[in-house]
């Protein structure tokens, strides 16, 4: 199978069970998103440190999932093979509940930072956010699984906590935000 196929040269590319589309068209946008996300998380992985087999074991099902979420965007007018679970929301609200549980209460903010594989976490955390604000532009056109919304906005908040939960591990000290007026 050849990896290219010529289709996309002038700028267009199908949805899957539908027509052809612009390649900014906000389900392709939203798809590559997603495969950013992906990315950043696959850097996160390869830089986590010795004893993070529980985040890799979670995070590497996330990039599954990840998949079959920008599958479920990418596909119109058909019954969907791929579709977000809430079971899988769910999910990752037990993962945050518990690395929080191994975490000082977060009184200030943090800034991004200390470790590649936090920071890495944050990147990913950030790109989670955007796709979700696609996301939401996306719904406002078209109606989206509320499982799917949930997902990338719970997302987000794992990859905040496994950038804390990171560094807390290699104790590594957050960087608290100070304000101008602390800064001086």
Same mark, same amino acid.
């Given at each position: ?8 040269? +002038?700028?267009?590319? #199908?949805?899957?069970?539908? $027509? ?8 392709? &946008? ?25 985040? +890799?074991? *979670? ?10 979420? %920008?599958? +479920? @965007?990418?596909?119109?007018?058909? /019954?969907? #093979?791929?579709? @977000? &679970? ?6 990752? &609200?037990?993962? *945050? ?6 975490? $000082? ?8 930072? %200390?470790?590649?594989?936090? #920071?890495?976490?944050? @990147?990913? /955390? ?16 078209? $109606? ?5 919304? #949930?997902?990338?906005? /719970? ?13 807390? /591990?290699?104790? *590594? $000290? ?7 007026? &602390?800064?001086?």
């Amino acid at each position: 199978m050849k990896i290219y196929t010529r289709g996309g040269d +002038q700028g267009k590319t #199908s949805l899957v069970g539908g $027509p052809r589309v612009e390649k900014d068209c906000l389900h392709i &946008e939203i798809v590559g998103q997603l495969d950013e996300l992906n990315s950043f998380i696959g850097l996160m992985l390869a830089h986590l440190p010795e004893g993070s087999e529980d985040i +890799q074991a *979670i995070v590497s099902r996330i990039q599954h999932q990840i998949f079959d979420a %920008g599958a +479920q @965007v990418a596909t119109v007018g058909e /019954r969907q #093979s791929c579709q @977000v &679970e809430l079971s899988w929301v769910e999910a990752l &609200e037990q993962m *945050i509940d518990r690395l929080s549980g191994e975490l $000082p209460p977060l009184r200030h903010f943090v800034l991004p930072g %200390g470790s590649k594989a936090s #920071s890495f976490a944050h @990147v990913a /955390r950030a790109v989670a956010r955007r796709a979700e604000r696609a996301l939401v532009r996306l719904h406002l056109e078209e $109606p989206q699984s509320p499982e799917l919304m #949930s997902y990338l906005n /719970r997302l987000s908040d794992l990859l905040f906590v496994i950038g804390r939960t990171l560094l807390a /591990r290699e104790a *590594i $000290p957050e960087v608290r935000w100070q304000s101008a007026m &602390e800064r001086g």
